[in-house]
C-alpha cells in the first residue's frame, strides 16, 4: 500500500493566519481526501481533491476557508484560512489506489492548535 | 445519510481478555469496511479490510466479520495486551455511481485500554 508523508506534524497558530498542511505520496494514487477530527470526535470527510480541477467540497466546508491543490497524482495541499481556536483540529490527508485493493491510506495527522 | 455506530464507547479490561468491538452502519449499500486503530494524537493504521462480498478477515489475533445485510461488523481481539489500547475505529465505504471512490464515513471509535 502506499505511504504517505505528511508535514508538518504539529503547529501552534495564531487567530486569522492560514497554514498550509502538504501531502506527499511515494506512488500514484487515483483519489485523495483530506479529513478533519476535532478533539474527542471522529473523523469527518473534508473534500476530495481532484488532480487538476477543483475539489469536491462535503456539506459545510467551503473553498474559502479551506483551499485545496492537488497539481499531480502524488501530492496535494490543505490549507486553513483564517484560523480561528475552532479550527484546532488533527488534518488528515488519505488516498486509495487504482487497484483499491489496500483500502485506504492515512498520513499520520497535522495537529493543529489555534491560539 | 449513512450512519456508523460504534459500541462500546470505552472499554477497560485487564490483559489477556478476548474482546469483541461492535459497528453498525444504517445503508447496506457499501463497498467495502475497514478497522483502524489510532494512538493518541497520531494518525490511522489500517487493520483489516473487508469486501462487501466476504463475510470475514484475518490478521493475526484480530479478525473482524461483516453482515452486510444486517448493517454490523465485529473487530474479536484475541489475548488482549497492554499494546492493544488505542482507540479503533470502525469505517465504511459507500458504492459509488461514478468513476472515482468516496470518502469513508467514520464511527465514533472505542477507546480500548488494556489493563496490565
Known amino acids: 500500500s502506499a505511504v504517505i508523508s505528511q508535514k508538518p506534524s504539529r503547529d501552534i497558530c495564531q487567530r486569522g493566519t492560514s497554514l498550509t498542511i502538504q501531502c506527499q505520496v511515494d506512488s500514484q494514487v487515483t483519489m485523495m481526501f483530506w479529513y478533519r477530527q476535532q478533539p474527542g470526535q471522529s473523523l469527518t470527510l473534508i473534500a476530495t481533491a481532484n488532480q487538476g480541477s477543483e475539489a469536491t467540497y462535503e456539506s459545510g466546508f467551503v473553498i474559502d476557508k479551506f483551499p485545496i491543490s492537488r497539481p499531480n497524482l502524488t501530492f496535494s495541499t490543505l490549507t486553513v484560512s483564517n484560523m480561528s481556536p475552532e479550527d484546532s483540529s488533527i488534518y488528515l490527508c488519505s488516498v486509495v489506489g487504482q487497484d483499491q485493493k489496500y483500502g485506504y491510506t492515512f498520513g499520520s495527522g497535522t495537529r493543529l492548535t489555534v491560539v | 445519510k449513512q450512519e456508523v455506530t460504534q459500541i462500546p464507547a470505552a472499554l477497560s479490561v485487564p490483559e489477556g481478555e478476548n474482546l469483541v468491538l461492535n459497528c453498525s452502519f444504517t445503508?447496506?449499500?457499501?463497498?467495502?469496511l475497514q478497522w483502524f486503530r489510532q494512538d493518541p494524537g497520531k494518525g490511522l493504521t489500517s487493520l483489516l479490510l473487508i469486501q462487501s462480498s466476504q463475510r470475514e478477515q484475518t490478521s493475526g489475533r484480530l479478525n473482524a466479520s461483516l453482515d452486510k445485510s444486517s448493517g454490523r461488523s465485529t473487530l474479536y481481539i484475541a489475548a488482549s495486551q497492554p499494546g492493544d489500547s488505542a482507540t479503533y475505529l470502525c469505517?465504511?465505504?459507500?458504492?459509488?455511481?461514478?468513476?472515482?471512490?468516496?470518502?469513508?464515513?467514520f464511527g465514533k471509535g472505542t477507546h480500548l485500554i488494556i489493563q496490565p
Open positions: 469505517a465504511v465505504r459507500p458504492k459509488y455511481s461514478g468513476g472515482g471512490a468516496d470518502g469513508l464515513t
Open positions: 445503508d447496506s449499500a457499501i463497498y467495502n
